[in-house]
């Protein structure tokens, strides 16, 4: 019977809710404006492109203003926290999300270089003000026990509109980069649009009048930042998939077609993978989860000190991507775990400013090591600094659980549960 058609639907149809199921209507608003905002996420995978191309700017200037984007994104993550808290999570995702389309706009129609400069600060800091209050909304509307769970959802939603979009993004440049802009521009807005019309308030606790919730705290709160180190120091390991791989994979020969054949095994393992691997790691202790992702992005990353074949290298990329996979669900969770009913959105803030400091670390940090030091000497850090990090999330699992114990006394057992 289960060989039957019909055994085999209900099995799917079983397995597709237990992956999806359960999880409110305002959440899966908030997924599909994810989904339309990241296929119109064009704007940044060519932006260097386009300054030097279009806009005539030196190598060194579209470096420049890139950072500078960078630099308004980890602001951006502290401000956004810091008002979906005082404000409430909806009135900041709306005027984040329409914000940040008026700030892509700008961006693509600055000329001067002066111009750009600010519009891509301005820009940086508008487009990202949503995402530490989306991660926020996320741990209002969703059960401690299932936002791992949601967390992995959104984390493909967001790569799955990365990848549709980026390839758009290739075919409208061909006629215009202005489009590029505004069509950003256009799906920022109409998440904007979609949140304002189907997403209610979620905060759960607000500030007593004439109070103002420190955003402050989560650098106040040694728990956090005990948790924030090894978070950090991965994801400057994680970005060098993107920073100094290429580089070094091509002074071994590896030319640009094969590495983008090589580098596409993240893409597609997310893809296929995330959704169902989100629902296994809910299961399992935080503390080991993040453990063994920090495991396979050590010897993942380390593999390519010996990496002088394609295949290899793929090897290498598919191991540290499954450790992706398991710790992007994670660590907003553990975060949604430390924080305050009334500081969610400054905890989770101050989360979102930790990528950005990495990727304004790691091409500089790695460049340095791979030209003095040499592949064998930046690998094998990133193998010895990820198995490090595996240890010390093993080490502080406790101080997490019985932070947990005290803010979720309401639900006994949560604890020992998730950590």
């Given at each position: 019977?289960?060989?039957?058609?019909?055994?085999?639907?209900?099995?799917?149809?079983?397995?597709?809710?237990?992956?999806?199921?359960?999880l409110?209507?305002?959440?899966?608003?908030?997924?599909?404006?994810?989904?339309?905002?990241?296929?119109?996420?064009?704007?940044?995978?060519?932006?260097?492109?386009?300054?030097?191309?279009?806009?005539?700017?030196?190598v060194a200037?579209?470096?420049?203003?890139?950072?500078?984007h960078?630099?308004?994104?980890?602001?951006?993550g502290?401000?956004?926290?810091?008002?979906?808290?005082?404000?409430?999570?909806?009135?900041?995702?709306?005027?984040?999300?329409?914000?940040?389309?008026?700030?892509?706009?700008?961006?693509?129609?600055?000329?001067?270089?002066?111009?750009?400069?600010?519009?891509?600060?301005?820009?940086?800091?508008?487009?990202?003000?949503?995402?530490?209050?989306?991660?926020?909304?996320?741990?209002?509307?969703?059960?401690?026990?299932?936002?791992?769970?949601?967390?992995?959802?959104?984390?493909?939603?967001?790569?799955?509109?990365?990848?549709?979009?980026?390839?758009?993004?290739?075919?409208?440049?061909?006629?215009?980069?202005?489009?590029?802009?505004?069509?950003?521009?256009?799906t920022?807005?109409?998440?904007?649009?979609?949140?304002?019309?189907?997403?209610?308030e979620?905060?759960?606790?607000?500030?007593?009048p004439?109070?103002?919730?420190?955003?402050?705290?989560?650098?106040?709160d040694?728990?956090?930042?005990?948790?924030?180190?090894?978070?950090?120091?991965?994801?400057?390991?994680?970005y060098?998939?993107?920073?100094?791989?290429?580089?070094d994979?091509?002074?071994?020969?590896?030319?640009?077609?094969?590495?983008?054949?090589?580098?596409?095994?993240?893409?597609?393992?997310?893809?296929?993978?995330?959704?169902?691997?989100?629902?296994?790691?809910?299961?399992m202790?935080?503390?080991?989860?993040?453990?063994?992702?920090?495991?396979?992005?050590?010897?993942?990353?380390?593999?390519?000190?010996v990496?002088?074949?394609?295949?290899?290298?793929?090897?290498?990329?598919?191991?540290?991507?499954?450790?992706?996979?398991?710790?992007?669900?994670?660590?907003?969770?553990v975060?949604?775990?430390?924080?305050?009913?009334?500081?969610?959105?400054?905890?989770?803030?101050?989360?979102?400013?930790?990528?950005?400091?990495?990727?304004?670390?790691?091409?500089?940090?790695?460049?340095?090591?791979?030209?003095?030091?040499?592949?064998?000497?930046?690998?094998?850090?990133?193998?010895?600094?990820?198995?490090?990090?595996?240890?010390?999330?093993?080490?502080?699992?406790?101080?997490?659980?019985?932070?947990?114990?005290?803010?979720?006394?309401?639900?006994?057992?949560?604890?020992?549960?998730?950590?």
């Amino acid at each position: 019977m289960n060989g039957t058609p019909r055994g085999l639907r209900a099995r799917l149809s079983a397995q597709l809710h237990a992956t999806t199921g359960g999880l409110p209507a305002a959440y899966w608003y908030l997924w599909a404006g994810t989904l339309v905002n990241r296929l119109g996420g064009f704007v940044v995978p060519f932006l260097t492109f386009y300054l030097t191309r279009e806009c005539g700017l030196s190598v060194a200037q579209a470096g420049l203003v890139a950072s500078l984007h960078g630099v308004g994104a980890v602001a951006a993550g502290l401000v956004g926290g810091a008002l979906a808290d005082r404000l409430g999570r909806r009135t900041t995702l709306v005027g984040g999300l329409w914000s940040g389309a008026a700030g892509m706009v700008l961006l693509g129609f600055s000329r001067t270089p002066a111009e750009i400069a600010v519009a891509a600060l301005v820009a940086g800091f508008l487009g990202e003000l949503y995402r530490p209050v989306v991660s926020a909304a996320v741990t209002d509307l969703v059960p401690a026990s299932e936002r791992t769970r949601a967390f992995g959802l959104l984390y493909w939603a967001v790569n799955l509109g990365f990848a549709i979009g980026v390839p758009l993004a290739g075919l409208a440049a061909r006629s215009s980069f202005r489009i590029l802009f505004l069509a950003d521009a256009l799906t920022t807005f109409l998440y904007g649009l979609l949140v304002w019309w189907k997403v209610p308030e979620t905060r759960v606790s607000r500030p007593e009048p004439g109070a103002r919730p420190s955003s402050a705290a989560p650098f106040r709160d040694p728990v956090f930042l005990a948790f924030s180190l090894p978070v950090l120091v991965l994801a400057i390991i994680f970005y060098q998939g993107q920073a100094t791989l290429s580089l070094d994979l091509a002074a071994r020969g590896m030319s640009s077609a094969v590495f983008g054949g090589v580098l596409a095994v993240n893409g597609l393992l997310i893809m296929l993978v995330q959704p169902f691997a989100s629902r296994v790691v809910g299961r399992m202790r935080r503390s080991s989860a993040l453990a063994g992702a920090a495991v396979l992005t050590g010897i993942g990353f380390g593999l390519h000190a010996v990496t002088e074949g394609a295949l290899l290298a793929a090897l290498a990329v598919g191991i540290w991507t499954l450790g992706e996979i398991v710790q992007a669900p994670v660590k907003p969770s553990v975060v949604s775990d430390l924080a305050p009913p009334d500081l969610r959105g400054s905890y989770q803030g101050a989360f979102h400013m930790l990528g950005g400091l990495a990727a304004f670390v790691a091409p500089a940090l790695g460049g340095w090591v791979l030209q003095h030091w040499g592949s064998r000497v930046l690998w094998g850090g990133c193998l010895l600094l990820g198995l490090a990090a595996a240890g010390w999330h093993l080490l502080i699992a406790g101080a997490r659980r019985r932070r947990i114990e005290v803010l979720h006394a309401e639900t006994p057992g949560l604890a020992a549960r998730l950590e």
